[in-house]
Structure formats: structure tokens, C-alpha cells
């Protein structure tokens, strides 16, 4: 069956101009999560979404991020007035949803930010 | 807070050479452990888990033990292949923590025939 897909999977932009990440999590997953991978980083979560509950955006480094999510399906990253530290690969991930700690995650592809 | 801690890279070995990538890892409670691969040009993908002290986590002839006395997880090959050629990442789910993933910063393996 088909994974989870994102969009673009390479995106090149200037400082202080805005950017918008899209995930497709695998169908009936009800939980998403987006992560960011920096060189020679491991993987910072950034937000959560499950169901219809208020989403958890403790990761989120600064206000120019957010992330909505429609129903169960799509997601999209907002990057507001993007800075060069934001360049990284932006990686979603889905899940079944429900199972607590010992689910699995499935990872998309990945985004390629470089913020010139 | 939680963390991970994976042994420095990059690694490279010869084909079936034996293969340990240690992991040590920091929780306040009862975490779940997971070893994710990925190979070039692919996406993350789950290669094992193990959710309590004392389980053992196996697939494609890989294997980890979640040890809690010594809080590691540290994965083992007996004889390594060309294809596990990829970057490894252990990561921990907390408890009461929505699930999120804590993440090592990954190493690299590779394997020369």
C-alpha cells in the first residue's frame, strides 16, 4: 500500500520568504508527527497530531513555525520568514494511533529545506 | 529530559565481519527502544523494537537487547552484508510523552565486499 508521501521532496528559497511543507500520512493513521533532521543531527521533534485533540507543538523552536492538520489526512509545515539555520530535511511521520509508546512510526521521504 | 546517546562514527567493516553499534540512553520512566535504518536514497524505516527490560528485539539477523541496568540498547550483526550499507538511528518513546521519538544523531555503516 502506499506510504507516507511529502511534498516537495527539495525546496530551495531565500531568507525571510515562506515555506510550506505538505504530508500525506498513511491512510487510517490517526497520529502525526513532524520531525526535523539538521547535518550531522539526529531527529528534533517538532509536533504532534492525533485525531481531533489539541496537537502537541512543544518541539516547535520559534513562532515562525506552525503546522495544521485536516481531519486525519493532510498536514502542512509553515515556515514564516525563513532563516538559514532553518535549512534541514523535514521528515513526517504517521501511526496508527492509540497505542501508546509501543507503536510504530512510519517516516515519509522527507523535505529538503536550503534557505539561501 | 530524555536522551540518546550513539557511539561516534562513521563505521566500516568488511563483509561478515561482526557488528556492534552501541546506544545508551537517558528516561525518567519506562521508554519504549527502537533501532531505525536508513538506507541510501530511502526514507527512515523501523528495523527493530523492544518495549520492556529484558526484551530482544530481532530482524534481518539484527538483534538488541533493552538492558535497564545498564540503560543501553545496543544493536549486533554476526556477519554483516554490503547491503546494510545505511545510517542507523536509536531513538526511545517516553511515557506520557505522546509518543514522540528521541533520537541518537545516527552512524554510518558501511561494508566493503
Known amino acids: 500500500g502506499a506510504g507516507v508521501s511529502q511534498s516537495p521532496s527539495n525546496k530551495v528559497t531565500e531568507k525571510g520568504k515562506d515555506v510550506e511543507l505538505r504530508c500525506d500520512p498513511i491512510?487510517?493513521?490517526?497520529?502525526l508527527y513532524w520531525y526535523r533532521q539538521r547535518l550531522g543531527q539526529g531527529l528534533e521533534f517538532l509536533i504532534y497530531f492525533q485525531g481531533n485533540s489539541a496537537p502537541d507543538k512543544s518541539g516547535l523552536p520559534s513562532d515562525r513555525f506552525s503546522a495544521e492538520r485536516t481531519g486525519e489526512s493532510v498536514s502542512t509545515l509553515t515556515i514564516q520568514r525563513t532563516q538559514q539555520e532553518d535549512s534541514a530535511v523535514y521528515l513526517c511521520?504517521?501511526?496508527?494511533?492509540?497505542?501508546?509508546?509501543?507503536?510504530?512510526?512510519?517516516f515519509g521521504p522527507g523535505t529538503r529545506l536550503l534557505v539561501l | 529530559g530524555d536522551s540518546v546517546t550513539q557511539m561516534e562514527g562513521p563505521v566500516t567493516l568488511s563483509e561478515e565481519a561482526f557488528l556492534t553499534i552501541n546506544c545508551t540512553y537517558t528516561a525518567t520512566g519506562y521508554p519504549s527502544l527502537f533501532w531505525y535504518v536508513q538506507y541510501p536514497g530511502e526514507g527512515l524505516q523501523l528495523l527493530l523494537k523492544?518495549?520492556?527490560?529484558?526484551d530482544k528485539g530481532s530482524n534481518k539477523g539484527f538483534e538488541a537487547t533493552y538492558r535497564k541496568e545498564t540503560t543501553s540498547f545496543h544493536l549486533e550483526k554476526g556477519s554483516v552484508q554490503v547491503s546494510d550499507s545505511a545510517v542507523y538511528f536509536c531513538?526511545?518513546?517516553?511515557?506520557?510523552?505522546?509518543?514522540?521519538?528521541?533520537f541518537g544523531k545516527g552512524i554510518t555503516l558501511s561494508v566493503r565486499p
Open positions: 511521520a504517521s501511526s496508527l494511533g492509540g497505542q501508546g509508546i509501543r507503536e510504530t512510526q512510519y
Open positions: 531513538a526511545l518513546s517516553e511515557t506520557g510523552a505522546n509518543s514522540k521519538l528521541t
Open positions: 491512510s487510517g493513521h490517526t497520529a
Open positions: 523492544a518495549t520492556k527490560a529484558d
